[in-house]
């Protein structure tokens, strides 16, 4: 592979998780320097490993998760939807503290980096090696993870309630589009 067909990969593979983080830049208000650091690391580590894992244990995984990785995808996404719709018609405070957890982190780490697994089999089966494109996968994802976050701050002065809507809409469009 090429330098470019890395980085254009990479990009492709890191989207899912800057519209993630762009969501949870819409409704998130307290220790955003900290929140962004924490979810653009977990997306950034988890897609650079997954392509490792995929290209290690590709006829395992690829056969395991294959017919079931889309509905994964879509109930971590359609969930997660679900919290933000409650955040707009609820407590607020509660819900993005719950959203930040480990947990869920680690949900939405799995979520984004699906296509990163596939992507680690498919380098595998190309006969290239696997750690430019993972390294490249990785920090590409921790930044356009942290621009979306902060990207999404500018949106702030909308109110609040349609900010999380907005938020869960994106979520539902991820989730439906995962399992078409």
């Given at each position: 592979m090429t330098i470019f067909e890395i980085i254009i990969l990479a990009l492709a593979l890191s989207l899912d998780a800057m519209i993630v983080c762009f969501s949870y830049g819409l409704i998130i208000n307290a220790n955003k320097?900290?929140?962004?650091?924490?979810?653009?690391?977990?997306?950034?580590?988890?897609?650079?490993?997954m392509p490792?894992?995929?290209?290690?244990l590709s006829a395992l995984v690829y056969n395991q998760l294959k017919s079931f990785s889309k509905w994964i995808v879509f109930t971590v996404f359609v969930y997660l939807a679900l919290k933000f719709l409650k955040s707009a018609f609820g407590e607020k405070e509660e819900t993005?503290?719950?959203c930040v957890s480990f947990l869920c982190?680690?949900?939405l780490s799995v979520a984004t980096s699906i296509d990163a697994l596939g992507a680690g089999i498919s380098i595998k089966f190309s006969g290239e090696e696997i750690?430019?494109?993972?390294?490249?996968?990785g920090v590409i994802t921790f930044l356009c993870s942290m621009a979306g976050f902060w990207f999404a701050c500018l949106f702030k002065k909308f109110p609040t309630k349609y900010i999380e809507i907005t938020g869960a809409v994106l979520l539902l469009y991820l989730a439906v589009s995962s399992i078409i």
């Open positions: 320097v900290k929140n962004s650091l924490t979810l653009s690391l977990s997306f950034g580590f988890f897609q650079f490993l490792v894992i995929g290209f290690y993005c503290r719950s982190l680690l949900g750690l430019k494109p993972a390294v490249c996968t």
